[in-house]
């Protein structure tokens, strides 16, 4: 990866052991690397845990605008790692800092304000809301962080025209294809102009040609926008997508960064299979 | 497999260190026969006071001496006949008796409509619960009767439960309706007692009840392999409810404005009470998802944050689970309407306060203000129930809007909007339909400032306790919902 520049985020020996946060109540705070009941101290998840750690000591880096695709087997602590990443969960040690700030240490408030506003999601599915159409869908989050309905929804349209869904507007996502369920989704995510996008198996549900199609928009938006990607995939031709792939197996990066060398296939853009 | 099979298999005690996944079923089964315990308690209150004012109308205590004079003990006939032909107020109150009984056949009646609904929205909360248990059985090759009949069976059991802690809930709110006066006495422990036959009965006809409303419930919901869905796309409802609500209404307003309840005979003013309440309740339910529909479009026009769209949109994703949500306190608010106009007869009836006559409507009155307060509870847990059933519905997509930075305050926003919005609805259409309905039978009582007090102290009560129902188990339920899902799950 390439260090020069200030990294957007940066996660230290992130552990994750299940288990044990389901034995004891969740803590915003977590022991500094080396102080007593840090990873690597007796007793504590990374030493001596009986059973498989989600994460292991997992140390990652991310620059603005990079894109890195996290690949590896079912189970292997790929989304632990991006939830870990993105503040959704809090590891049972290590940090996580974005542009300097420490997740864990951030009061639950702001670190959901900062999902909201610096973080866009693009999950399997399910993300949408069922009863809202989609230019509500997308409004969504803009009105979260306090924008008046009227203009949030004129912004919606301006995402829905951009990535050319504007018939779908009032459409709602039943009624809608995964394709352009996945389409509005990636809407939805840059809608707030986050700094960091994160992808869960984006394409998982999709077929291959609605998967590249929906890989492609996801990449070029992003770049256009100057935001950095993490993509949790076990495809290696979405990884393509993607300037860096990490692997993971048993929570733990397995290899260096490194580039990829597959390349993402060409197919001829369709519209989104129902 | 057959469903019993299924049923135990689903049904093991599990080892301590797995139960946590279990917590919602544990909690949701909780709320259930709960709501089942509740409502067993006050069917058998009042079914003990009507008991209790048949052994006062029977010379012997029994039923079959009511109907038939020849069927009664001898030696308690005669002393009744006796104690009738010496005083003046016993024989008016025996004239009276039959109107007393059929007040609070009136009243039981009233009380199965909330509590067939309460019955219905738990085996929707059975049914919501359950769903991925229920998705990956019919994918494993268990046909949609086996599921439908395990989920009705569940129900079932958890109508039995409660109806069996209802019993103890009867026992427990006897002393209280001992303190009661009517008919200028005190009931008794052997008046309210409706006796083993009848508890036996109760708890049967209450599992019953449940098992059928669950089966019901259960054909409007599809149990497919790829999960449980209520939502069939529901249509809006059609505008020709409200074009016929206002024909009846008017229609109504035609007939009742050439009566005068206060002059008319005990008889014909009960019919036209029960006519009432009836023609009311099935008139609010008619038009009470098109009005709620009506609301919910317009706020949604131009809804003033987050919260507020959300919560609009999930109303018209389904405005008849909306309106059934709060559906309840639409009786309890024409029962406030009919037992605050009762308490102005009672109080101004007559100079001769003790007469059988005055006595009944206050009798009347303070029989109202308990059926109120039944009709409340009722509704206050139904309304919970329902919602408990809905929070956890929607518990994957809030999750998931909570992953991307949605606060917990603004998902409780929209949930309390969820709930508010239909309830002001439906009390406000329940109050304008009642106070239009009675105002030609009682003249200006409303204007009167202890009725119309009463009335609205009435309404505020079963309003309180209704939102107070569906906000604990908004936050039970999201609280459950939440908790039982692994963070990376």
């Known amino acids: 990866m390439n260090n020069t520049a200030q990294p957007i985020l940066t996660a230290t020996g992130l552990t994750m052991d299940y288990a044990a946060q389901a034995a004891k109540p969740r803590t915003a705070q977590q022991p500094a690397p080396g102080a007593p009941g840090a990873p690597g101290a007796p007793g504590v998840p990374g030493a001596f845990a009986p059973h498989p750690l989600a994460l292991n000591r997992v140390n990652f880096t991310l620059q603005p605008g990079e894109t890195v695709a996290v690949m590896g087997p079912s189970g292997s602590g790929k989304s632990t790692l991006l939830h870990a990443l993105a503040g959704i969960i809090t590891p049972t040690a290590g940090t996580v800092q974005f542009r300097g700030a420490d997740l864990a240490a951030m009061p639950d408030a702001e670190r959901t304000a900062l999902r909201r506003n610096a973080f866009g999601f693009v999950f399997q599915s399910g993300q949408l809301l069922p009863e809202l159409p989609a230019v509500e869908n997308i409004a969504l989050p803009l009105m979260l962080g306090g924008m008046p309905y009227a203009q949030a929804t004129s912004q919606a349209v301006l995402w829905l025209e951009r990535f050319g869904l504007r018939a779908l507007m009032a459409q709602r996502p039943g009624e809608m294809s995964g394709g352009q369920m996945q389409r509005v989704a990636i809407a939805r995510a840059l809608s707030v102009g986050p700094a960091v996008i994160f992808a869960d198996e984006p394409t998982g549900a999709l077929d291959q040609t609605t998967g590249h199609e929906v890989m492609r928009l996801l990449m070029d938006a992003a770049r256009a926008n100057n935001a950095s990607v993490v993509l949790v995939t076990h495809d290696p031709n979405v990884a393509a997508y993607c300037s860096h792939t990490v692997h993971m197996r048993d929570g733990m990066i397995t290899a260096a960064p490194r580039a990829v060398a597959v390349q993402p296939q060409s197919v001829p853009v369709q519209g989104g299979a129902r | ?489």
């Open chain 2, 1 to 489: 497999m057959s469903t019993f099979a299924l049923w135990r298999l689903f049904h093991r005690p599990a080892p301590a260190a797995h139960r946590t996944g279990t917590r919602a079923a544990d909690s949701t089964t909780l709320l259930a026969v709960v709501a089942f315990a509740a409502a067993t308690a006050i069917f058998l209150t009042v079914l003990g006071g009507l008991h209790g004012f048949i052994w006062r109308a029977s010379p012997d205590h029994t039923i079959p001496c009511l109907l038939s004079e020849s069927r009664c003990d001898a030696a308690a006939l005669a002393a009744h006949k006796h104690a009738v032909a010496a005083s003046k107020v016993a024989a008016e109150q025996a004239s009276l008796s039959s109107t007393y009984i059929v007040l609070a056949v009136f009243a039981c009646l009233l009380l199965l409509v909330p509590f067939a609904a309460l019955a219905g929205s738990a085996a929707r909360l059975a049914a919501s619960r359950r769903d991925a248990r229920l998705a990956a059985l019919r994918l494993a090759g268990a046909t949609t009767g086996q599921v439908v009949r395990l989920t009705a069976f569940d129900s079932a059991l958890q109508a039995l439960a409660g109806a069996v802690i209802g019993i103890a809930g009867y026992f427990a709110l006897m002393p209280l309706i001992m303190l009661l006066t009517f008919q200028n006495q005190h009931f008794t422990f052997a008046q309210l007692w409706v006796g083993p036959v009848a508890l036996v009965a109760t708890v049967l006809g209450v599992t019953l009840l449940a098992l059928v409303s669950a089966l019901l419930t259960l054909r409007r919901v599809a149990i497919t392999p790829l999960g449980v869905s209520a939502r069939q796309g529901q249509p809006l409802p059609s505008s020709a409810r409200f074009v016929i609500f206002l024909v009846a209404l008017v229609g109504a307003l035609a007939v009742l404005s050439n009566m005068q309840l206060i002059n008319a005979g005990t008889g014909v003013m009960l019919a036209i009470v029960f006519v009432l309440i009836v023609g009311c309740f099935t008139l609010i339910n008619l038009v009470g998802s098109f009005a709620v529909t009506l609301r919910a479009r317009a706020r949604a026009r131009r809804p003033k944050n987050a919260a507020t769209m959300i919560a609009m949109r999930r109303i018209l994703d389904n405005p008849k689970r909306a309106w059934r949500n709060v559906s309840g306190i639409g009786l309890a608010v024409f029962i406030a309407g009919i037992t605050s106009v009762c308490a102005l007869f009672g109080s101004s009836a007559g100079g001769d306060v003790d007469s059988a006559a005055t006595i009944m409507m206050h009798d009347i009155g303070t029989g109202g203000l308990l059926t109120l307060a039944f009709a409340g509870v009722l509704a206050a847990v139904s309304s919970g129930v329902m919602q408990s059933a809905s929070v956890i519905d929607q518990a994957n997509e809030y999750r998931m809007l909570m992953l991307e930075g949605t606060s917990e305050a603004t998902l409780r926003r929209a949930r309390f909007t969820e709930v508010l919005t239909p309830l002001n609805t439906v009390v406000a259409l329940a109050a304008v339909c009642s106070a239009l309905l009675l105002a030609p039978l009682v003249g200006n009582a409303f204007t009167q400032p202890a009725p119309l007090i009463s009335f609205v102290g009435g309404v505020a009560l079963c309003y309180a306790l209704v939102l107070v129902g569906a906000l604990a188990a908004n936050r039970t339920a999201a609280r459950v919902a939440r908790t039982t899902t692994r963070a990376d799950d």
